[in-house]
Each structure stands twice: as C-alpha cells, then as structure tokens.
C-alpha cells in the first residue's frame, strides 16, 4: 500500500469526527521536517510498518481532540516559535492584528505596558522584542500558564516581568499601555467551539462569566487606577462584543476615546481606549 492511500484513509476518519483532515499531513510533515515537495514524493513510496504506526499515533491524538499545535508542542506567531501545551491557549492569527495595531499606533519611545492574561506570553514577548525600550510586565491568573510564558521569553531572549495577578489584583504603578486578550467567550456559546478546542484548551483561558463579559468589566471598572494619564487600553474581544465592550469602557472613561475595530474578515475583533 502506498503512503498516499494510508493517508486517503486516516483523512477520511478525521473528517468523520469532525476535525480537519489536513491536520495529519500538517503534523507529519512538521515532525519529519519535510518540505512540501519532499512530502509529495514520499506519498508515492510503499507504507512501511513504522510508517502506519507513526500515522497511527498522530492519528488517534487528532481523532481524540488534540490541537495539532499542542502534538507539535509549538505554535508559531508574529514571525516567532512559542512552546504550548496544554497549559496555555494556542495563540490565533486574530491576536497577530491586535499586536500590529499596538506596534502600527506607538512608537519606540520608552512606554511601560502590561499584558493582562498572559498565556504563552505570545502577546507580551512579541512587543517586547519589536520594541526593546517598552518596559513589559506579563500577568496571568495561572501559575502554570506563566511557567510556560517564562519559558518562552528565555528562549526567545526576550526582557520582561512576570506577575501571578487576577487582573489587577496583584499589581500596582500605572501603564501607559494596558493590553489584553482575555477570555470572553460566554458559557453558552460552547457549540460555536471547535471539538478541539473545547477537549484540550484550558477552559479558564476560554470562558468567562457575564455572556462572557466578566473580564472586560473587571478590567474597565480598575483600570483607572492604572493607567497613565494618556496611557491607552488594547483589548481583543469576541465577534458579538464589540457594542457592549464599548460601553463599558465609554462608562469608565468619558474623557477618552473607544474605538471598535475589525479583524480581517470584517469581524469586530479589537476595542481601543485612548485620547483620540
């Protein structure tokens, strides 16, 4: 039997249980570090035994739900290679235009930021090597998501500060950025997740309370007390939350400006705070 058929059959199953068939090639060819061509030619060889056992446990990894990143153990953004696992959220390409927007709207003068809800530092690191005068702080709720992050910014080599913080709760001085993608997908909106996604990503990283506003809310009601004088506030939110997200930080900050903005599929998917 041919590579190719093996992988015909193992695709089709994927596509049964509802995850998506391209996935295997995806992982394959990532853990055999094969170029594209190179993949191609190898499906037209004969399936060794070791051959179906490798596909095999890719395979039944992806048909039990687990995120090709987290097989992998990396997930790329922003140009950079960040470890994740089941600790973090994989990082998404929405989140890549939250942080070209920061980059595209400040300069490299000396800002201090913070990154709420940190995960895989993806957000945090990512500002911290394109702007090395920003003073960067990292929080996170979880112990293990900023152990994670840590790693991440040594093996990067990039300089910033870490804080175990529910929102602000463990952090005090003012921002002149604050930054965040928290969580904000409501509890009853679990159908509109991916099998994947629901299965293996933490769950504290994806839900909140409140339709999924509980965060935004935290975040609006203390910021205030954060924030610079003309410090600016970043924010990433769901698809159907850009009305509601505006008018809470409109409410908390009436002297400022609130834009929402879209992503590149003419979703809204940023809200900005600043002084217009």
Same mark, same amino acid.
């Given at each position: 039997?041919?590579?190719?058929?093996?992988?015909?059959?193992?695709?089709?199953?994927?596509?049964?249980?509802?995850?998506? =068939?391209?996935?295997?090639?995806?992982?394959?060819?990532?853990?055999?570090?094969?170029?594209?061509? #190179?993949?191609?030619?190898?499906?037209?060889?004969?399936?060794? +035994?070791? #051959?179906?056992?490798? @596909?095999?446990?890719?395979?039944?990894?992806?048909?039990?739900?687990?995120?090709?990143?987290?097989?992998?153990?990396?997930?790329?953004?922003?140009?950079?290679? *960040?470890?994740?696992? +089941?600790?973090?959220?994989?990082?998404? =390409?929405?989140?890549?235009?939250?942080? #070209?927007?920061?980059?595209?709207?400040?300069?490299?003068?000396?800002?201090?930021?913070?990154?709420?809800?940190?995960?895989?530092?993806?957000?945090?690191?990512?500002?911290?090597?394109?702007?090395?005068?920003?003073?960067?702080?990292?929080?996170?709720?979880?112990? +293990?998501? @900023?152990?994670?992050?840590?790693? !991440?910014?040594?093996?990067?080599?990039?300089?910033?500060?870490?804080?175990?913080?529910?929102?602000?709760?463990?952090?005090?001085?003012?921002?002149?950025?604050?930054?965040?993608? =928290?969580?904000?997908?409501?509890?009853? #909106?679990?159908?509109?997740?991916?099998?994947?996604?629901?299965?293996?990503?933490?769950?504290?990283?994806? *839900?909140?309370?409140?339709?999924?506003?509980?965060?935004?809310?935290?975040?609006? +009601?203390?910021?205030?007390?954060?924030?610079?004088?003309?410090?600016?506030?970043?924010?990433?939110?769901?698809?159907?939350?850009?009305?509601?997200?505006?008018? @809470?930080?409109?409410?908390? *900050?009436?002297?400022?400006?609130?834009?929402?903005?879209?992503?590149?599929?003419?979703?809204?998917?940023?809200?900005?705070?600043? !002084?217009?």
């Amino acid at each position: 039997m041919k590579l190719a058929q093996v992988f015909a059959d193992l695709e089709g199953k994927l596509a049964a249980v509802g995850e998506e =068939p391209e996935s295997l090639a995806f992982v394959y060819r990532s853990l055999k570090n094969l170029s594209f061509t #190179d993949f191609i030619l190898c499906l037209q060889l004969d399936a060794t +035994e070791q #051959d179906v056992a490798f @596909l095999q446990s890719i395979f039944q990894q992806l048909a039990a739900h687990r995120p090709a990143q987290y097989i992998l153990g990396k997930a790329d953004f922003h140009g950079l290679v *960040f470890q994740v696992d +089941e600790r973090v959220l994989i990082p998404r =390409p929405e989140t890549e235009e939250l942080v #070209d927007l920061i980059l595209a709207e400040n300069g490299a003068e000396q800002l201090t930021v913070l990154d709420i809800g940190t995960g895989s530092g993806a957000i945090a690191i990512s500002l911290a090597l394109s702007r090395p005068d920003w003073q960067l702080t990292a929080s996170d709720i979880s112990a +293990e998501a @900023l152990s994670l992050a840590q790693e !991440n910014a040594q093996n990067l080599q990039a300089q910033l500060n870490f804080r175990l913080s529910d929102v602000f709760d463990n952090l005090d001085g003012r921002y002149d950025l604050i930054v965040s993608n =928290p969580p904000y997908i409501a509890h009853d #909106d679990q159908e509109e997740v991916g099998l994947n996604v629901l299965a293996s990503e933490p769950h504290l990283a994806l *839900f909140a309370d409140e339709n999924g506003g509980a965060i935004y809310r935290k975040i609006a +009601e203390q910021a205030s007390q954060h924030l610079t004088e003309r410090g600016k506030i970043y924010l990433e939110i769901g698809y159907k939350q850009g009305k509601i997200v505006k008018e @809470l930080f409109a409410a908390q *900050f009436p002297a400022k400006r609130v834009r929402v903005l879209q992503d590149q599929f003419g979703q809204d998917r940023m809200v900005v705070v600043d !002084n217009g």
